[in-house]
């Protein structure tokens, strides 16, 4: 089992930057392949950023990738999300997930664990 524990989240003005952290524990967190995630009220949970297991690469939205970062502390066992820019249509419970068997997986499953989730609201 791995638990995930994300924070960093809140409500910000349009434009404002926000980093969200996810703390795992339970397993070896290089074995995992972690990824972000969002779902807004009404709407199916979307991909956001990935980034395998050494950290060294690492894929986004296409709506995302010029204003978000995706990173990772090995050591710390965290993975982060910069998040820049940001626009009311950000607005989402964000989600962080583990995959033991992807490279850079996008797809929410194949994900085999997840977190709670951490609000971020933006206003206009």
């Known amino acids: 089992q791995v638990q995930l524990v994300e924070s960093g989240g809140g409500l910000v003005q349009t434009g404002a930057s926000l980093r969200l952290s996810c703390a795992a524990s339970?397993?070896?967190?290089?074995?995992?392949?972690m990824g972000w995630f969002r779902q807004a009220p009404g709407k199916e949970r979307e991909f956001v950023a990935v980034?395998?297991?050494?950290?060294?690469?690492?894929a986004y939205a296409d709506d995302v990738k010029d204003r978000f970062t995706i990173s990772r502390d090995n050591a710390k066992n965290t993975v982060y999300l910069q998040m820049n820019s940001l626009k009311p249509e950000d607005t989402a419970l964000y989600y962080c997930?583990?995959?033991?068997?992807?490279?850079?997986?996008?797809?929410?499953?194949?994900?085999?664990?997840w977190g709670q989730g951490t609000q971020v609201t933006v206003s206009s």
């Open positions: 997930a583990a995959d033991r068997q992807g490279y850079l997986p996008l797809r929410h499953y194949e994900y085999d664990y």
């Open positions: 339970g397993r070896t967190f290089t074995d995992y392949a």
């Open positions: 980034i395998n297991r050494s950290g060294r690469n690492t």
